[in-house]
């Protein structure tokens, strides 16, 4: 696991980051993506992981747990072969999903405690997943943009 240091506004943030699950070719494709983007992720982020995602085709996801400073990051290897922009809008996405941790957290511990009827609660689920998803990629785009401007 290496220890990556990021220039932030408090001096330096030190952030593990581990590649031990990938091959060797596939972190030498992802480690500059990473390297580039690493300060975008929020100063509660001591340790990313990234694993394979052998259930979704041509995609990633994103698992931010802030309670542990912890952010696990899947990449399929079909995006593993796309090309470098593609793959960078991809990490760029799953980086923003880790500001919305709190939100989801909510969603997904508190929203099923609420009593109202199951399909005012699916409908609500519904909409709160959606307008988070479209705030991520709103985020993404804006730290794409940064990454071109530099």
């Known amino acids: 696991m290496d220890k990556v240091r990021i220039p932030g506004w408090r001096g330096f943030l030190l952030i593990n980051i581990d590649y031990e699950e990938l091959r060797q070719e596939h972190v030498a494709i992802i480690e500059p993506i990473f390297d580039s983007m690493m300060h975008l992720f929020p100063s ?9 995602d052998e259930d979704t085709l041509g995609g990633a996801s994103c698992a931010p747990y802030k309670p542990y400073k912890r952010v696990t990051i899947n990449v399929s290897k079909e995006l593993l072969a796309s090309e470098y922009t593609k793959l ?22 508190y929203l ?3 009593s109202i009827e199951d399909d005012t609660r699916k409908l609500f689920h ?3 997943i959606d307008a988070i998803e479209f705030q991520t990629e709103d985020l993404a785009v804006l730290f794409n943009q940064e990454e071109d401007d530099e």
Do not use: M, Q
């Not at 509660?44 to 394979?52: G, K, N, P, R």
């Not at 960078?88 to 511990?109: D, K, P, Q, T």
């Open 44 to 52: 509660w982020v001591d340790t990313v992981s990234v694993f394979y």
């Open 88 to 109: 960078e809008g991809y990490i760029a996405h799953e980086i923003a999903h880790c500001y919305n941790e709190g939100l989801l957290r909510v969603i997904f511990e």
């Open 112 to 114: 099923p405690l609420l």
């Open 126 to 128: 519904k909409a709160c």
